[in-house]
């Protein structure tokens, strides 16, 4: 194991799931944070729809990182100070470590549990690499321990994630980002594309109904966690190409007139009414880099697959 393994708790705050899921249902457009997709059994309905044949986004990132990885290596350099927020099982950064040779390590991720399980895995299959673990809410902010040794920057952020936020959200991230890795400080990111909606309605619905269980897991928490009143058999996912924002939307859709009622709380529902569970924004290459030279990115280099189905891109902090 390395010897230089060490966790650094930021203890970020979380909002609750009741008052998630209160606030959200009372606004005019009842909407709930993805984020709260992810409980265990959120989890492991995940990892499922990564399996899918439809949904392509994992296994093309993958594969291209597999095939990239010296590549990139030659254009960053090795020996950089690697950051990945919202490390996750750290899957994908395993692909370019032995290439990127970083200096030292950063994971970061919300759940500290978690992350202690996933960085002392980390530690002991690459004993060469400081790995400096640091439980934080990523998309507030991006501490670097003092005990990460000087020198440049890489932030990898891998799965297309930018594609949750908000195109605000998403500028303000990028301006984190830039803050955080500094002068030749990089950025390694992985974006879904724009590409024909047939493929895209694939990915979000797919045949062996996975992404459906998961969207409607949230109703099964609200019943099971906070002993909500909720007809689970009264609501469908939808999941659709939002052509003009450039954008999947999923939804939980009442099939009928009704009420939801949670500690006194009641939430009707006319019928066809929504609750909008998540975004997942696509770019075309042309798209991003445009938008990511608002936050003062310089183009190194992208790269997408055969298909047209997934890019990364190489970006300089300008």
Known sequence: MSTQLSFHDHKPETL????????????????????LFYDEKGSKLFDLICEQPEYYPPTVERQMLTTLADDIAALTGQSRVLIEPGVG????????????RPSAFVPMDISFDYLKAVSTTLAKDYPWLPVHATCVDFTHSLPIP???????????????????????????????????????????IGVDTKKPEPVLHAAYNDAAGI?????????????????????????????????????IEM??????????????HRFPFDKG?????????????EEFLAFS??????????????????????????
């Not at 409607?216 to 966690?225: A, F, I, S």
Request: glycine residues 6%; aromatic residues 10%; hydrophobic residues 40%.
């Open 146 to 188: 003092h005990e990460v040794p000087p020198g440049k920057r890489l932030v990898f952020f891998p799965g297309s994630s930018i594609g949750n936020f908000c195109k605000a959200d998403a500028l303000n991230f990028l301006n984190l980002i830039h803050d955080t890795v500094g002068e030749d400080g990089m950025l390694l």
């Open 89 to 100: 099982n750290a899957s994908k950064v395993r692909l370019i470590m032995d290439a990127l």
């Open 16 to 35: 609750s799931f009741y008052d998630a899921v209160v606030t959200g249902l009372s606004n005019k457009t009842k909407a709930i944070p993805p984020k």
């Open 211 to 247: 992404t459906a269980q998961f969207n409607l897991n949230l109703l099964h928490r609200m019943r099971d966690e906070l002993d909500a009143q909720v007809d689970l058999n009264a609501f469908e996912h939808n999941a659709f190409y939002n052509a003009q924002a450039g954008r």
């Open 293 to 318: 030279a608002q936050s003062h990115f310089d183009h190194v280099a992208h790269w997408v697959d055969p298909q047209g189905l997934f890019a990364i891109y190489l970006l300089k902090a300008s």
């Open 273 to 285: 009414e929504s609750v909008h569970t998540e975004n997942s924004y696509k770019y075309a290459p």
């Open 251 to 264: 939804h939980l859709v009442s099939q009928q007139r009704q009420e939801l009622r949670i500690n006194g």
